[in-house]
Protein backbone atom coordinates (compact mmCIF):
# COMPACT_ATOMS: atom_id res chain seq x y z
CA UNK A 1 0.00 0.00 0.00
CA UNK A 2 2.34 2.36 1.10
CA UNK A 3 4.45 1.78 -2.68
CA UNK A 4 1.62 2.24 -4.67
CA UNK A 5 1.12 5.92 -2.55
CA UNK A 6 4.60 6.49 -2.66
CA UNK A 7 4.94 7.52 0.93
CA UNK A 8 5.97 6.14 4.28
CA UNK A 9 2.93 6.48 6.32
CA UNK A 10 -0.27 6.18 6.42
CA UNK A 11 -2.15 8.23 8.74
CA UNK A 12 -5.19 6.33 9.29
CA UNK A 13 -6.49 2.84 8.28
CA UNK A 14 -10.00 1.88 8.98
CA UNK A 15 -10.89 -2.17 9.27
CA UNK A 16 -14.18 -1.63 7.27
CA UNK A 17 -16.52 -4.33 8.54
CA UNK A 18 -16.72 -6.78 11.81
CA UNK A 19 -16.93 -9.46 9.03
CA UNK A 20 -14.46 -13.02 8.49
CA UNK A 21 -11.87 -13.20 11.13
CA UNK A 22 -11.85 -9.20 11.96
CA UNK A 23 -9.20 -10.02 14.82
CA UNK A 24 -6.68 -11.60 12.74
CA UNK A 25 -7.00 -8.07 10.75
CA UNK A 26 -7.07 -5.63 13.54
CA UNK A 27 -3.67 -7.52 14.49
CA UNK A 28 -2.31 -6.59 11.31
CA UNK A 29 -3.50 -3.19 11.59
CA UNK A 30 -1.70 -3.20 15.28
CA UNK A 31 1.52 -4.58 13.60
CA UNK A 32 1.65 -1.81 10.88
CA UNK A 33 0.88 0.70 13.67
CA UNK A 34 4.01 -0.80 15.59
CA UNK A 35 6.55 -0.98 12.48
CA UNK A 36 5.32 2.97 11.86
CA UNK A 37 3.73 1.99 8.72
CA UNK A 38 0.47 3.17 10.29
CA UNK A 39 -0.26 6.13 12.67
CA UNK A 40 -3.69 5.23 13.69
CA UNK A 41 -6.06 2.33 13.24
CA UNK A 42 -10.05 2.97 13.33
CA UNK A 43 -13.46 0.68 13.12
CA UNK A 44 -15.90 1.02 10.60
CA UNK A 45 -19.38 -0.09 10.41
CA UNK A 46 -18.98 -2.22 13.93
CA UNK A 47 -21.91 -0.86 15.31
CA UNK A 48 -24.09 -3.03 13.54
CA UNK A 49 -22.96 -5.87 15.83
CA UNK A 50 -21.84 -4.49 19.24
CA UNK A 51 -20.67 -7.61 19.86
CA UNK A 52 -17.88 -7.42 17.80
CA UNK A 53 -16.95 -4.19 18.84
CA UNK A 54 -16.87 -4.87 22.45
CA UNK A 55 -14.97 -7.89 21.57
CA UNK A 56 -12.04 -5.46 19.43
CA UNK A 57 -12.29 -3.24 22.76
CA UNK A 58 -11.45 -6.50 25.05
CA UNK A 59 -8.57 -7.97 22.91
CA UNK A 60 -7.12 -4.89 21.20
CA UNK A 61 -3.79 -3.48 22.18
CA UNK A 62 -3.64 -0.64 20.43
CA UNK A 63 -7.18 1.04 20.87
CA UNK A 64 -9.48 2.19 17.76
CA UNK A 65 -8.93 5.73 17.54
CA UNK A 66 -11.93 6.34 15.44
CA UNK A 67 -14.92 4.68 14.97
CA UNK A 68 -17.23 5.34 11.33
CA UNK A 69 -21.18 5.05 11.88
CA UNK A 70 -24.49 5.88 9.98
CA UNK A 71 -25.07 9.48 12.14
CA UNK A 72 -27.08 12.01 11.24
CA UNK A 73 -30.23 14.35 12.61
CA UNK A 74 -32.35 11.37 12.48
CA UNK A 75 -30.17 8.98 14.25
CA UNK A 76 -27.63 10.52 16.68
CA UNK A 77 -26.65 7.60 18.24
CA UNK A 78 -26.08 8.06 21.92
CA UNK A 79 -25.60 4.90 23.12
CA UNK A 80 -23.23 4.18 20.68
CA UNK A 81 -21.63 7.53 21.08
CA UNK A 82 -21.85 7.44 24.86
CA UNK A 83 -19.54 4.18 24.61
CA UNK A 84 -16.85 5.86 22.61
CA UNK A 85 -16.54 8.85 24.27
CA UNK A 86 -15.94 5.96 27.47
CA UNK A 87 -12.69 4.78 25.60
CA UNK A 88 -11.65 7.70 24.13
CA UNK A 89 -12.53 7.16 20.51
CA UNK A 90 -13.69 9.94 18.12
CA UNK A 91 -16.58 9.59 16.35
CA UNK A 92 -16.67 9.66 12.12
CA UNK A 93 -20.35 9.96 10.72
CA UNK A 94 -20.97 8.34 7.29
CA UNK A 95 -24.19 9.33 5.62
CA UNK A 96 -24.20 12.82 7.55
CA UNK A 97 -26.21 14.15 5.38
CA UNK A 98 -28.45 10.82 5.11
CA UNK A 99 -26.87 8.63 2.35
CA UNK A 100 -28.05 7.72 -0.99
CA UNK A 101 -31.03 5.34 0.28
CA UNK A 102 -33.30 8.13 0.30
CA UNK A 103 -32.34 9.86 3.10
CA UNK A 104 -30.61 12.90 1.88
CA UNK A 105 -34.30 14.04 0.35
CA UNK A 106 -35.92 12.95 3.93
CA UNK A 107 -33.57 15.83 5.88
CA UNK A 108 -33.36 18.47 3.60
CA UNK A 109 -37.13 18.44 3.65
CA UNK A 110 -37.73 18.23 7.29
CA UNK A 111 -39.11 21.39 8.62
CA UNK A 112 -37.03 22.34 11.27
CA UNK A 113 -33.95 22.23 9.17
CA UNK A 114 -35.67 23.97 6.55
CA UNK A 115 -36.57 27.03 9.31
CA UNK A 116 -32.94 27.03 10.53
CA UNK A 117 -31.73 27.35 6.99
CA UNK A 118 -33.94 30.07 5.97
CA UNK A 119 -32.80 31.85 8.93
CA UNK A 120 -29.46 31.26 7.79
CA UNK A 121 -29.38 31.91 4.53
CA UNK A 122 -27.90 28.43 4.29
CA UNK A 123 -28.65 24.92 2.57
CA UNK A 124 -30.13 21.83 4.44
CA UNK A 125 -26.65 20.52 4.18
CA UNK A 126 -25.12 23.21 5.19
CA UNK A 127 -27.21 23.60 8.43
CA UNK A 128 -26.36 19.59 8.84
CA UNK A 129 -22.70 19.45 8.50
CA UNK A 130 -22.24 22.61 10.64
CA UNK A 131 -24.39 20.52 13.55
CA UNK A 132 -21.98 17.46 12.98
CA UNK A 133 -18.63 20.29 13.40
CA UNK A 134 -20.38 21.44 16.39
CA UNK A 135 -21.26 18.12 18.28
CA UNK A 136 -17.56 17.30 18.14
CA UNK A 137 -18.18 15.05 14.86
CA UNK A 138 -15.86 14.00 11.46
CA UNK A 139 -18.13 13.67 8.60
CA UNK A 140 -17.22 12.83 5.47
CA UNK A 141 -19.87 13.67 2.71
CA UNK A 142 -19.61 12.35 -0.57
CA UNK A 143 -19.66 14.95 -3.38
CA UNK A 144 -18.20 15.07 -7.02
CA UNK A 145 -19.96 18.29 -7.96
CA UNK A 146 -17.70 21.39 -7.05
CA UNK A 147 -20.69 23.34 -6.38
CA UNK A 148 -21.45 21.25 -3.53
CA UNK A 149 -18.00 20.54 -2.19
CA UNK A 150 -17.57 24.49 -1.98
CA UNK A 151 -20.86 24.19 0.32
CA UNK A 152 -19.16 21.58 2.43
CA UNK A 153 -16.28 23.83 3.10
CA UNK A 154 -18.44 26.45 3.89
CA UNK A 155 -19.72 25.17 7.02
CA UNK A 156 -16.83 26.96 9.43
CA UNK A 157 -17.78 30.24 7.83
CA UNK A 158 -20.73 30.70 10.77
CA UNK A 159 -22.09 29.02 14.39
CA UNK A 160 -25.22 27.64 14.57
CA UNK A 161 -26.58 29.04 17.99
CA UNK A 162 -27.36 26.88 21.13
CA UNK A 163 -31.02 27.23 20.50
CA UNK A 164 -30.72 25.60 17.04
CA UNK A 165 -28.73 22.98 17.98
CA UNK A 166 -31.09 21.31 20.30
CA UNK A 167 -33.61 21.97 17.88
CA UNK A 168 -31.56 19.38 15.39
CA UNK A 169 -30.72 17.51 18.61
CA UNK A 170 -34.64 16.80 19.36
CA UNK A 171 -35.11 15.51 15.38
CA UNK A 172 -33.40 12.07 16.70
CA UNK A 173 -35.46 8.87 16.44
CA UNK A 174 -32.69 6.58 15.50
CA UNK A 175 -34.11 6.18 12.20
CA UNK A 176 -31.29 5.03 9.82
CA UNK A 177 -31.31 4.94 6.25
CA UNK A 178 -28.81 1.90 5.47
CA UNK A 179 -31.31 -0.59 6.82
CA UNK A 180 -29.04 -3.99 6.01
CA UNK A 181 -29.10 -6.77 8.80
CA UNK A 182 -26.04 -8.23 10.55
CA UNK A 183 -27.58 -11.38 8.58
CA UNK A 184 -27.25 -9.84 5.54
CA UNK A 185 -24.11 -8.39 5.94
CA UNK A 186 -22.27 -11.64 6.95
CA UNK A 187 -24.48 -13.78 3.54
CA UNK A 188 -22.24 -11.02 1.65
CA UNK A 189 -19.39 -11.91 3.44
CA UNK A 190 -19.71 -15.30 2.65
CA UNK A 191 -20.57 -15.11 -0.93
CA UNK A 192 -18.19 -16.83 -3.50
CA UNK A 193 -18.12 -15.86 -7.16
CA UNK A 194 -18.57 -19.64 -7.46
CA UNK A 195 -22.06 -18.85 -5.64
Given at each position: ?20 D ?17 R ?23 K ?22 D ?37 P ?31 Y ?39
Open positions: MLERLDTDYIDLVYLHQAVGYMAGYRGLEEAVRQGKVAIGLSNFDVNEERFNDVLAKAEIPAIVQIELHPYAQRKEFRKKCANNIAIEGWYPLGGTHGGNDILFRDPVILEIAGRYGKTAEIILRWHVQEGFSAIPGSRNPAHIKQNISVSFTLSESDMNKIRALDSEKRFFTSTWEEIQRFNDWRPED
